[in-house]
């Protein structure tokens, strides 16, 4: 079958095996209680989903099969002469579940690079729209238009096996990943640098033809979109494009609708949209202070008005770190090795020692550290990729690797439709008087 797919056939084998058995011994255990301010306030913290990728931990961060991204920076393969850690080797990672060889991240390059053909439909199908259409739209309109090379769709069609399932899902997972950066730098070179299209090369791996693709032939840029893929892959399966990705593929959607659903939700600014938000909320302090170099007495006054109209400091607080964000960390310390005198990025680690004092005046918000959308912008910017509207795109190709690695899982487990009991006020005003069994049904 492949190599990769032979040694996730294996893998996922053993863990469903396992999975059986805990199902069979535990399956009537009870795993926490949940509140009526759950059910009403975005199911936070009920646990409902299984995602073998990898876990968010509030004190730890992001840990892709237990390896926290300063341990991916340190044993992840690296690109020859760089020193971040290639996506390719994340992706087998969330995939087999152990650390790849080079030989293993070379293999996989090689794979990707075979199957990044894109159909000229695609190419019609996106200059079919208007080109100040969002690039999201752009981008998930892309996607739709790229089911029609789905495997698991015609497979499905013809009558699969149940037993198969993963493997069309595989083999679709790895073709729209493989093609994700063609499709992504098409859109941005039409809609900000007058559709002059540059050709993939073929010499290089994932993440830096993407950066070639796009125009930026900057060694370290390379080096950045290896490090921006990587950490931006995976968030466990709660996050909104995760969990939309989960949800629509467990109707066996195949993987191109299922990505579309998540791509939808990431565009939102509550989600991937909120680094779009950072950078343009920056800008415009830097515009009202009147200086690309705002001291911290200017920022906290900033951030206060902000606060007092009502509005967020984008790119601060998470709904389950409760810490500075590992993947803020990671890029704050690439900027200090690349850009250190950079005015945008010394203005974002002013933010960061400004605004987490002050959000922790206030007494009311759980966690007052930056997450990775604090940091990503200003990083682009240093190499006048400065069109913050595409950032969200850069931003779904990277979640590609672990959703789509998910999917995968989620068929090779057989995991069945997801469908959660909902209720009714009237319902719940009732159980709340003793007249009704709200959970019964």
């Given at each position: 079958?492949?190599?990769?797919?032979?040694?996730?056939?294996?893998?996922?084998?053993?863990?469903?095996?396992?999975?059986?058995?805990?199902?069979?011994?535990?399956?009537?255990?009870?795993i926490?209680?949940?509140?009526?301010?759950?059910?009403?306030?975005?199911?936070?913290?009920?646990?409902?989903?299984?995602?073998?990728?990898?876990?968010?931990?509030?004190q730890?961060?992001?840990?892709?099969?237990?390896?926290?991204?300063?341990?991916?920076?340190?044993?992840?393969?690296?690109?020859?002469?760089?020193?971040?850690?290639?996506?390719?080797?994340?992706?087998?990672?969330?995939?087999?579940?152990?650390?790849?060889?080079?030989?293993?991240?070379?293999?996989?390059?090689?794979?990707?690079?075979?199957?990044?053909?894109?159909?000229?439909?695609?190419?019609?199908?996106?200059?079919?729209?208007?080109?100040?259409?969002?690039?999201?739209?752009?981008?998930?309109?892309?996607?739709?238009?790229?089911?029609?090379?789905?495997?698991?769709?015609?497979?499905?069609?013809?009558?699969?096996?149940?037993?198969?399932?993963w493997?069309a899902?595989?083999?679709?997972?790895?073709?729209?990943?493989?093609?994700?950066?063609?499709?992504?730098?098409?859109?941005?070179?039409?809609?900000?640098?007058?559709?002059?299209?540059?050709?993939?090369?073929?010499?290089?791996?994932?993440?830096?033809?993407?950066?070639?693709?796009?125009g930026?032939?900057?060694?370290?840029?390379?080096?950045?979109?290896?490090?921006?893929?990587?950490?931006?892959?995976?968030?466990?399966?709660?996050?909104?494009?995760?969990?939309?990705?989960?949800?629509?593929?467990?109707?066996?959607?195949?993987?191109?609708?299922?990505?579309?659903?998540?791509?939808?939700?990431?565009?939102?600014?509550?989600?991937?949209?909120?680094?779009?938000?950072?950078?343009?909320?920056?800008?415009?302090?830097r515009?009202?202070?009147?200086?690309e170099?705002?001291?911290?007495?200017?920022?906290?006054?900033?951030?206060?008005k902000?606060l007092?109209?009502?509005?967020?400091?984008p790119?601060?607080?998470?709904?389950?770190?409760?810490?500075?964000?590992?993947?803020?960390?990671?890029?704050?310390?690439?900027?200090?090795?690349?850009?250190?005198?950079?005015?945008?990025?010394?203005?974002?680690?002013?933010?960061?020692e400004?605004?987490?004092?002050?959000?922790?005046?206030?007494?009311?918000?759980?966690?007052?550290?930056?997450?990775?959308?604090?940091?990503?912008?200003?990083?682009?910017?240093?190499?006048?990729?400065?069109?913050?509207?595409?950032?969200?795109?850069?931003?779904?190709?990277?979640?590609?690797?672990?959703?789509?690695?998910?999917?995968?899982?989620?068929?090779?487990?057989?995991?069945?439709?997801?469908?959660?009991k909902?209720?009714?006020?009237?319902?719940?005003?009732?159980?709340?008087?003793?007249?009704?069994?709200?959970?019964?049904?």
């Amino acid at each position: 079958m492949g190599i990769i797919k032979d040694r996730f056939k294996t893998k996922a084998d053993a863990v469903a095996t396992e999975i059986k058995t805990l199902l069979k011994d535990h399956g009537d255990k009870k795993i926490g209680e949940v509140t009526l301010s759950q059910i009403y306030q975005g199911m936070r913290g009920i646990t409902g989903l299984v995602t073998e990728t990898s876990l968010l931990d509030a004190q730890e961060g992001i840990r892709f099969r237990g390896y926290t991204i300063p341990e991916l920076q340190q044993k992840l393969p690296k690109y020859k002469g760089g020193s971040e850690p290639m996506p390719e080797g994340l992706f087998y990672l969330m995939l087999v579940g152990e650390l790849p060889s080079e030989e293993d991240v070379q293999h996989l390059t090689s794979v990707w690079q075979r199957r990044s053909h894109v159909p000229n439909h695609v190419f019609a199908t996106i200059e079919a729209l208007p080109v100040n259409t969002h690039p999201m739209t752009q981008f998930v309109v892309a996607v739709m238009a790229l089911q029609t090379e789905s495997s698991f769709s015609k497979r499905y069609a013809a009558g699969m096996s149940k037993k198969d399932y993963w493997d069309a899902v595989f083999d679709d997972a790895m073709d729209l990943i493989a093609r994700l950066p063609r499709v992504a730098a098409y859109i941005y070179r039409r809609k900000y640098k007058n559709g002059e299209h540059i050709h993939p090369n073929g010499l290089l791996d994932w993440a830096g033809n993407f950066a070639h693709m796009m125009g930026f032939e900057d060694d370290t840029f390379k080096e950045l979109m290896r490090l921006y893929m990587t950490i931006h892959a995976d968030h466990e399966g709660g996050n909104v494009s995760a969990h939309a990705t989960h949800l629509v593929g467990s109707a066996l959607s195949d993987p191109y609708l299922s990505f579309a659903a998540g791509m939808n939700g990431l565009a939102g600014p509550l989600h991937g949209l909120a680094n779009q938000e950072v950078i343009k909320w920056i800008f415009e302090l830097r515009e009202e202070l009147q200086t690309e170099s705002p001291t911290g007495e200017q920022i906290a006054e900033y951030v206060k008005k902000t606060l007092s109209e009502g509005k967020v400091v984008p790119g601060y607080g998470h709904a389950v770190l409760r810490k500075t964000d590992p993947r803020f960390t990671a890029q704050m310390e690439f900027g200090q090795k690349h850009m250190p005198d950079d005015p945008l990025v010394k203005t974002v680690w002013t933010i960061y020692e400004v605004v987490p004092p002050i959000l922790q005046s206030l007494g009311k918000i759980k966690n007052p550290w930056p997450n990775v959308d604090a940091h990503s912008g200003a990083l682009l910017v240093h190499y006048n990729m400065v069109e913050y509207e595409f950032y969200t795109v850069l931003f779904g190709v990277s979640r590609s690797l672990g959703v789509l690695a998910s999917l995968i899982w989620d068929r090779a487990l057989g995991f069945p439709l997801e469908r959660p009991k909902s209720v009714t006020t009237d319902l719940v005003k009732l159980w709340l008087d003793g007249k009704d069994e709200i959970w019964e049904g």
